[in-house]
Nanobody
Framework: VQLQASGGGLVQAGDSLKLSCATS????????IGWFRQALGKEREFVAA????????YYADYVKGRFTISRSNARNTVYLHMSSLKPEDTAVYYC????????????????????WGTGTLVTVSS
């Protein structure tokens, strides 16, 4: 599967932004999808994830209540709705796909994902 993240940009603190992860090659309904981010000089970190049928979602504590992951299997797209953005949310955001059977145990582990899309930069000014 190929993934392409988009929707990043420059926003002010408190604003909202919606990122999209478009997939091609195979239907996104075959994959668990995760969003990760990497700030300049820092390691990549988990943000949010969605099981393949969309019935279960996971969030990092630092985005819980502000970010929402959703998917449209009909459009082969997974979204990350971000609200109440903070300067510390500034990073390159990546989406990734996996079919691992143990997803509930490893959704926040970047090494669990076999396919990664190009990132999209989100910059939040104070």
């Amino acid at each position: 599967v190929q993934l392409q993240a988009s929707g990043g940009g420059l926003v002010q603190a408190g604003d909202s932004l919606k990122l999209s992860c478009a997939t091609s090659g195979r239907a996104v309904s075959n994959y668990h999808i995760g969003w990760f981010r990497q700030a300049l000089g820092k390691e990549r970190e988990f943000v949010a994830a969605s099981r393949r049928n969309g019935d279960v979602t996971y969030y990092a504590d630092y985005v819980k209540g502000r970010f929402t992951i959703s998917r449209s299997n009909a459009r082969n797209t997974v979204y990350l709705h971000m609200s109440s953005l903070k300067p510390e949310d500034t990073a390159v955001y990546y989406c990734a796909a996996t079919t691992t059977a143990s997803y509930g145990s490893f959704y926040d582990n970047a090494s669990s994902y076999g396919s990664w899309g190009t990132g999209t930069l989100v910059t939040v000014s104070s």
